[in-house]
């Protein structure tokens, strides 16, 4: 590989709309191998490196975490009859999770438009006592009593 296909951290920051924090955080975490080192110490990234990343941006985008992601790049390493298994149980499991995650969002969803909808006016309010705010306290003393 020639000098010229090698590219430093900047330069994939730039092409990946990554941070460098990021590169060297994920370089941390072991999701690449350590890149070579130029005579002056900057990294020196190969195209693949870039296109490894891009990857990694494309699965959390997903919904995979970095963990989840870990996996699939070890697995691809045993071909892809194992990666694909994986990737589809992976889907599996965020489908369900994300089917949770919604249900929950839409029940607080509804209560605050229950709340929005019993809104307390200020004139109303100064006749209780409420620590700090009456629109999200009063259900609170809805329940005590």
């Known amino acids: 590989m ?10 994939v920051a730039e092409q990946t709309n990554t941070s460098v924090d ?6 941390k975490l072991g999701l690449f191998e350590k890149p070579i080192r130029s005579e002056g110490g900057f990294r020196l990234y190969p195209k693949e490196f870039i296109e490894k990343l891009r ?7 997903l919904g995979l975490t ?15 009859n194992p990666c694909c298994n994986l990737v589809r149980k992976l889907f599996t499991a965020k489908i369900e999770e994300f089917g949770s995650k919604i249900k929950e969002l839409q029940k607080m969803k509804k209560g605050l438009e ?6 307390v006016s200020p004139k109303e309010a100064k006749k209780h006592s409420y620590a700090v705010c009456p629109q999200i306290e009063r259900e609170l ?5």
Not at 22 to 27: D, K
Not at 55 to 61: D, T
């Open 22 to 27: 990021t590169i060297r955080y994920y370089e």
């Open 141 to 145: 003393k809805k329940r005590r009593r």
């Open 2 to 11: 020639e000098k010229d296909d090698r590219f430093q951290i900047g330069e």
């Open 114 to 119: 229950m709340l929005l909808s019993e809104w």
């Open 66 to 80: 970095l963990k989840e992601i870990e996996q699939i790049i070890c697995c691809s390493k045993e071909g892809l």
């Open 55 to 61: 990857f990694i941006k494309k699965a959390q985008s």
